[in-house]
């Protein structure tokens, strides 16, 4: 018996998580609280539009779309954090795979252990997925435990995994004025990132620095619930231009 997921909601034209035009499936649960969270109803367990579904209902509802997935478009698992449900996404990408479509996990790598039994489980849906979307929030351990309430040591050491075992990722930064904009911060992720190329060259086919935003203050409203960033403005163009500078150039 399939094992069903737990879908927050879908997103029919995603142009921006992946490459082309996508599907884009939003699961509930994530094991990060980010202050600037843009999704927070995918975290907390009072949201009363979650639904669930089996892998075959997600991707036949997915398929009714697919005459518009050019250009390598497809399915993208978003959330939330895809890897809690990992049962229902190999499943889901297993089918997507035999179909020949493209498959992503927009994800913080946040679950990520070592754990002979967590990688066992990985393994297929690894397989089964063509490009990682790895949104690393900052490099530096505390100030990763202040933004997230996690600290980050497996989120770097799952990048480590997919260049070491063959994946693909696009490496994802949220630049937040105060938060994660400082040049010592950024310097040392493209450090990182280069050392993830040093691994394996082109493993990271793209880098991109994703200007903070406010969408998300009506949701945490929705939510009875506060948002941590009130007043905290969206970076300025010069601000985003040197952060792509040193991450992109």
């Keep these: 018996m399939s094992t069903k997921g737990i879908i927050v909601s879908t997103e029919t034209f995603g ?4 490459p082309g035009v996508r ?4 699961l509930q649960g994530c094991p990060l609280r980010c202050l600037y969270c843009h999704n927070p109803e995918t975290s907390y367990g009072n949201n009363p539009d979650c639904y669930e579904a089996t892998p ?4 036949d509802a997915a398929c009714r779309y697919r005459a518009y997935w050019k250009n390598g478009g497809g399915i993208t698992l978003s ?4 890897l809690l449900q990992m049962e229902f996404a190999t499943e889901l990408f297993r089918l997507a795979k035999a179909a020949s479509v493209s498959t992503v996990i927009d994800t913080s790598g946040s679950p990520f252990t070592e754990d ?3 990688l066992q489980n990985f393994h297929e849906l690894f397989s089964l997925t063509d490009l990682f979307l790895l949104d690393i929030k900052h490099i530096d351990p505390a100030a990763h435990r202040r933004l997230t309430g996690k600290d980050n040591e497996n989120i770097l050491k799952f990048a480590r995994y997919i260049a070491k075992n063959g994946g693909k990722m696009w490496i994802r930064h949220v630049l937040v004025p105060g938060y994660t904009d400082d040049e010592g911060s950024l310097l040392a992720l493209r450090a990182f990132i280069d050392e993830l190329q040093s691994i394996a060259p082109g493993s990271v086919e793209r880098v991109e ?3 903070y935003h406010t969408f998300g203050v009506e949701k945490y ?15 300025t163009k010069e601000s985003q231009n040197r952060a792509e500078r040193i991450l992109c150039g």
């Design 221 to 235: 409203a929705g939510l009875g619930l506060s948002y941590p960033l009130s007043g905290v403005p969206e970076p």
């Design 56 to 59: 075959k209902e997600a991707f």
């Design 15 to 18: 142009a921006v998580d992946g």
């Design 209 to 211: 620095v994703l200007p």
């Design 79 to 82: 959330g939330g954090e895809p």
């Design 23 to 26: 599907y884009i499936i939003f």
């Design 116 to 118: 002979k039994g967590w």
